[in-house]
């Protein structure tokens, strides 16, 4: 085995950089104020911290390096490893100067702390320097520093050289630690002027001078999504280049990102279109044809070859488009182009016949609160969460963005234990809270899967009242009514309490909130009980105040959006569960009744006033239709829907699905009026979807967009199954290739285990072991702006790509199921 001595690593890393230095070059100014060279882009604070989450590893400035985002937030920090929820500056300004210098204004303004950062391109890399408006206050000295982050999964397993000190990027997090008991990490090393990260790789090298010593820290061992931090402290009394930074990314001469050809990873029905979209840097000399070729049992065996269709400019890069459409033979294939072969994928008639199982299967029992889910030899979960729930305070911001206004819409008291909501329900996402609307949302899907294409798979065992779900143990219940009846569970138990549904139930403190692993052990399950000390239990009660909160404001949309649930879920449970199928149908016209002429509500959080009014309309129509649908056109819902054509064309992109649902039960004028409606969203639609190459509506917000892509392709083969004159089936299965593969960054499948390829690590609740949760449904691909596309891979805590939702789970499937259909359409 050879070894390499502490003294060789450093001369050759002294080599390296030597040549660094002879080919450096300086970053130009982009139109979109990046600093730009080859290999190298700097995005200097054009993504903001958020105001409700903070610290999202997605502001201040950036390292895009040989085609990945190594580094982020640099800023002024007070602290040396940040949590998500610790202090973030406020935004000021940002201002272009000479030389090509970016000025960003920035400040604490509770710690009185005003500063500038200024970040000039210079030879082989650029400076960074800190300018205060005045020496820090003497309560900030020895905390304020600047801190740059760097992704672990870039550097796990590499070097680094503080000064001429080498050092390893451990894979798991090991320390040090302050031994003060405030659970500090302390710095892996420190003390020298420079750092060279990865000096043994070319393409994730960095090199660090600074006018103060620097320091790197793991803020892993203090968070599982901290980042390698290197930071430099502010001193006492400095001003004016407080802090400043020589920063030395590594570029490759000449380097050209490897082109990305992207497909649906579950492969393509004989009879469809099948067209992979290659994504090229500018600057590589793309061929200019590929080739299909075709898996046998001896090797590859080119079957199709054509030239490539420039499908132009997005963003960044370039793409082409690959159509082997002409190819219908079913077998094992792949694409071979620029000297490189893809994975495979299969090409027959039953390629999706099960790509929406593990959603339905596996994911939705994973979610299922209050009860005990296990799968074979693993237990997921013990029964979860049993001590639901107390009355959270009024006046209160919560820290995942839940509020409560001064009215508290309940007839509990602050604190007060709330019985019967400690059933059913889904757990949202990675965080193990119940959000109402998503509920909801779960339960209309999967009504509307079955309805619409059928969906009477069963390979899931689920008993409420023992608390137990079997995962791949067959209980003779199709397995999507069973989830209905659990969703309904939880929507019942809220109007029964309240009168009304609630926001949600989350839990009250961040360390709790932050818990990862078994869902059944974030609390205690039993009652808090304030007469008992913090440690004490009698029975079913103990003084642990780890009960989640209920957040019982009473919105109207949450209210009609529920309601359109219920009337939905009493169809669906007509026969198996008459008596809760009245009782939801009962909820449902209740609250129908009481909301659908009210407007919204003001100034609390997650609510349907002011900017969410949309939300409002949307609640109000898809209520109507649902009743309008379960009562078989009673007169009182058909009448109400025929005067809400003003809501539905204000946002007929959101509901079209509902409003075409409708019409068998509605009168010839609604037809012609939902008609109209269609045929004028198709040009709109197409010039849309026209702004990329994808065919689909991509998110450019804060959070990837999979979840809109599903709900594009449900209501678009809506639209083509009522109007097959003015909308074909192209659009729906658009979004099945994008959700399985063919999307910007990587050719991955957004849903897990989904494809020959697919994302093998989420934000779920399994996360801190890089792992999945079969059936989940990535966010996918952000738009880090001004123009970078990215789905990192390998690091599943960046929850704006990464996280599952419920929601998100059920749109896939009933999407999937619509593109099942579109392919029928298709022959």
């Known amino acids: 085995m050879r070894r390499t001595t502490a003294a060789a690593l450093y001369m050759a890393a002294c080599s390296m950089l030597a040549i660094t230095a002879a080919q450096a070059q300086t970053p130009r100014v982009s139109p979109d104020q990046t600093l730009e060279a080859p290999g190298l882009s700097v995005i200097v604070e054009q993504n903001h911290f958020s105001p409700i989450f903070f610290d999202e590893k997605n502001a201040g400035i950036q390292i895009v390096l040989h085609g990945e985002r190594i580094a982020t937030d640099g800023e002024v920090r007070l602290n040396p490893t940040p949590e998500q929820w610790d202090p973030v500056p406020m935004f000021g300004e940002r201002t272009l100067g000479d030389g090509g210098q970016i000025v960003v204004r920035s400040s604490y303004p509770k710690e009185k702390l005003n500063y500038r950062v200024k970040v000039t391109p210079e030879d082989g890399g650029f400076r960074v320097a800190v300018d205060l408006d005045a020496p820090l206050p003497p309560e900030l000295v020895g905390k304020a520093g600047f801190n740059l982050d760097f992704l672990p999964t870039a550097y796990f397993g590499k070097t680094y050289l503080m000064g001429d000190k080498p050092g390893l990027f451990p894979r798991n997090p090991n320390g040090p630690m302050a031994t003060d008991g405030s659970g500090d990490p302390l710095p892996m090393a420190a003390g020298a002027n420079s750092v060279t990260l990865s000096p043994e790789d070319p393409t994730t090298r960095v090199t660090i001078t600074a006018n103060a010593p620097l320091a790197i820290y793991d803020a892993r061992n203090r ?73 046998t049992d001896k090797g590859e065996k080119p079957v199709f070859k054509a030239a490539v269709q420039s499908r132009g400019k997005w963003l960044r890069h370039n793409y082409a488009a690959f159509d082997f459409s002409s190819v219908r033979e079913p077998g094992i294939y792949a694409i071979s182009y620029a000297g490189q072969t893809t994975n495979p994928f299969p090409i027959a008639a039953d390629a999706y016949a099960r790509i929406w199982q593990p959603s339905l299967d596996t994911y939705l029992p994973v979610q299922m609160d209050h009860m005990t889910v296990r799968e074979q030899y693993r237990v997921w979960q013990r029964a979860s969460h049993l001590d639901d729930a107390v009355q959270a305070p009024p006046n209160i911001v919560h820290f995942d963005g839940y509020r409560m206004g001064p009215n508290l819409d309940s007839p509990f008291k602050p604190g007060e234990h709330i019985p019967g909501l400690a059933v059913g329900g889904f757990q949202d996402a990675g965080d193990y809270d119940i959000q109402t609307p998503q509920n909801a949302q779960v339960v209309r899907d999967l009504v509307w899967a079955r309805e619409l294409f059928g969906l009477d798979w069963d390979e899931t065992s689920v008993d409420e009242k023992a608390r137990e779900v079997e995962i791949r143990k067959p209980d003779g219940v199709p397995d999507a009514l069973q989830q209905v009846r659990h969703g309904v569970l939880q929507l019942l138990a809220q109007y029964k ?36 000390g913090p440690n004490e239990v009698k029975g079913d009660r103990s003084g642990a105040t780890d009960d989640r909160w209920a957040f019982t404001t009473a919105y109207p949309a949450n209210d009609l959006m529920v309601a359109g649930s219920l009337a939905a879920a009493s169809r669906a449970l007509k026969d198996s569960d008459p008596a809760m199928s009245a009782e939801a149908l009962a909820a449902a016209k209740a609250l129908w009744s009481a909301r659908e002429g009210q407007t919204g509500n003001s100034s609390d959080g997650r609510d349907d006033s002011g900017p969410m009014a949309r939300f409002l309309d949307l609640a109000k129509v898809a209520a109507t239709v ?76 804060s959070w990837a967009g999979s979840g809109e892509v599903a709900g594009f392709g449900a209501n678009m083969y809506l639209m083509h199954k009522a109007f097959p004159d003015l909308i074909g089936p192209e659009h729906t299965l658009h979004a099945l290739d994008y959700m399985l ?22 934000y779920g609740h399994n996360r801190a072991d890089y792992g999945f949760i079969p059936g989940g449904m990535a966010p996918g691909v952000l738009v880090i702006k001004p123009d970078f596309p990215e789905m990192i891979t390998d690091w599943p805590f960046l929850w704006f790509e990464s996280e599952y939702t419920v929601g998100s789970a059920t749109a896939y499937i009933l999407a999937a199921k619509a593109a099942i259909a579109a392919t029928e359409d298709k022959r």
């Open 223 to 295: 968070a599982q999504n901290g980042w390698f931090v290197v930071r430099s402290m502010i001193a006492a009394g400095a001003k004016d280049d407080a802090v400043v930074w020589h920063v030395r990314p590594n570029m490759i001469p000449g380097w050209t990102r490897a082109p990305v050809v992207s497909f649906n990873q579950a492969g393509y029905t004989p009879g469809r279109s099948k067209v992979a979209l290659i994504e090229l840097d500018p600057a590589f000399k793309a061929p200019a044809e590929a080739t299909l070729v075709k898996l």
């Open 497 to 532: 309490v309240f009168g009304h549904s609630i926001v949600g139930i989350v839990d009250p403190k961040l360390r709790q909130y932050v818990h990862l692993g078994d869902a059944g052990s974030q609390t205690d399950g039993k009652i808090h009980d304030p007469a008992l």
């Open 626 to 701: 649902e009743l309008v649908i379960t009562t078989n056109g009673d007169p009182v819902y058909t009448k109400r829907l025929s005067a809400l054509p003003p809501a539905i064309e204000a946002n007929f992109d959101r509901v079209s699905g509902p409003a075409v649902r409708a019409i068998p039960y509605m009168d010839a004028a609604y037809k012609a009026r939902i008609r109209t409606l269609v045929a004028g969203v198709k040009p709109k639609i197409d010039k849309e979807l026209a702004g990329n190459p994808f065919g689909v509506p991509i998110s450019m917000g």
């Open 741 to 762: 593969g063919r999307h910007p960054a990587n050719n991955l499948s957004l849903v897990s285990t989904v494809g020959t390829r697919s994302k093998l690590n989420g």
